[in-house]
């Protein structure tokens, strides 16, 4: 039976809304109706993979970066403005719920988009919070507080395969939980025409993003090789210039960049977790620069870079010409996607 389906990613980077799509593609799929409520990035990434479907803005977590504090300490630090913003959200939820006639919410990361009278869904690759060498201690308590939040929801799914486990120790939780499979908005195309020595593909929040931008983009022009420089702006014309070989553009759509990933060789980005979903999917190499003061990202690059599949450097010390003649020595991903995991899923959850 048909459903009307909320499904609300957080706006941090564009990770949470790209890995909403194979679920709100699956969905509609399956007859369903489906909602979306996100704001910033998210929505407006989400407008133009879905420009027929319903949209809502709700309150922003107003996820910020300091140039110089850590980016987890920056966050701890504005925890009670963080807390006030999921309230705020949880009102504008059970007004949308009540006002819609929404059946399930399906919540990536947004801790208020619960309702007690219908089926709430919370999906998350990040049920551990890991902590910082010199805060670990913290690690505890933070969790505690963590699990709390997500307590309030009926399910929890991750965005991995238990026999893969990209997420490591992320998902390490005494939560109850199912996997869902990995999430991509990409599906690895049979053939593909090798074009482009590199692919830079940026993301993430203010200002670190624009940090990387001015220490990579100059990089990336001197090594004068065959390359495409994704800027990641969303809300900029999407113009395209040419500096040498490098092709420089500030947006594409899931189907022109995963044209221009396929093509490339090795692929330039952040250790977010929806960016390794994507690059396993279409069995990438990659170089990984982890955003600096983020845990996550921090504890993923190191990750995948001990294990062999892909070099990781901190952007502080980022040497893209040394990082191009040690990343052949990597793996590159690899991970084949499969909707069955998130078949039975939701057929749990009566989708």
Same mark, same amino acid.
């Given at each position: ?25 699956? %969905? ?37 970066? =300091? ?10 630090? $504005? ?9 705020r959200e949880h009102s504008v939820i059970e007004k949308l719920i009540l006002e819609n ?6 919540a990536d990361n947004r801790y208020g988009c619960w309702y007690g009278k219908i089926q709430? #869904? ?15 201690? &913290? ?7 963590? $699990? ?36 991509? $908005?990409?599906? $690895? =195309?049979?053939?593909?025409? !090798?074009?482009?020595?590199?692919? #830079? ?7 670190? !993003? ?19 420089? #994704? !800027? ?5 014309? &999407? ?6 070989? #490098? ?7 899931? @189907? ?14 952040? =250790? ?6 994507? %690059? ?17 990202? @921090? ?5 995948? &870079? ?9 952007? @502080? ?35």
């Amino acid at each position: 039976m048909s459903k009307r389906i909320l499904v609300a990613p957080l706006n941090w980077g564009l990770g949470h809304a790209t890995r909403c799509v194979p679920i709100i593609r699956l %969905l509609l799929q399956r007859g369903h109706t489906v909602f979306i409520a996100s704001d910033g990035d998210s929505l407006t990434l989400l407008k133009k993979e879905f420009p027929t479907l319903t949209f809502f803005e709700l309150p922003s977590y107003n996820i910020q970066y =300091s140039r110089n504090i850590p980016a987890w300490l920056f966050t701890l630090w $504005r925890t009670p403005k963080f807390l006030k913003s999921i309230k705020r959200e949880h009102s504008v939820i059970e007004k949308l719920i009540l006002e819609n006639s929404i059946d399930l919410i399906i919540a990536d990361n947004r801790y208020g988009c619960w309702y007690g009278k219908i089926q709430s #869904v919370f999906m998350s690759h990040q049920l551990n919070l890991i902590m910082p060498p010199g805060a670990k201690w &913290m690690g505890g308590i933070i969790n505690f507080f963590h $699990r709390r939040l997500i307590e309030k929801f009926n399910t929890v799914w991750i965005p991995d395969a238990e026999n893969s486990k990209l997420s490591g120790e992320l998902t390490r939780s005494n939560l109850t939980a199912e996997f869902v499979g990995i999430l991509s $908005r990409f599906e $690895r =195309s049979k053939e593909v025409q !090798r074009v482009n020595k590199l692919t #830079v593909v940026l993301s993430g929040p203010e200002p670190q !993003r624009t940090l990387l931008e001015k220490n990579l983009l100059p990089q990336v022009i001197a090594l004068n090789l065959p390359g495409v420089f #994704v !800027r990641g702006l969303l809300n900029e014309k &999407m113009g395209e210039s040419e500096i040498d070989e #490098v092709k420089i553009i500030n947006y594409l759509t899931s @189907e022109d960049l995963q044209k221009v990933i396929e093509q490339s060789e090795i692929i330039v980005s952040r =250790s977010g977790y929806s960016t390794v979903m994507d %690059l396993a999917v279409l069995s990438k190499k990659a170089i990984l620069i982890p955003t600096p003061g983020q845990p996550e990202q @921090e504890y993923l690059a190191q990750k995948f &870079m001990n294990e062999g599949i892909a070099y990781a450097t901190d952007q @502080e010390v980022l040497d893209l010409a040394d990082a191009m003649e040690l990343s052949p020595e990597y793996s590159g991903f690899d991970v084949k996607a499969s909707d069955e995991l998130l078949g039975k899923a939701f057929a749990k959850a009566g989708l």
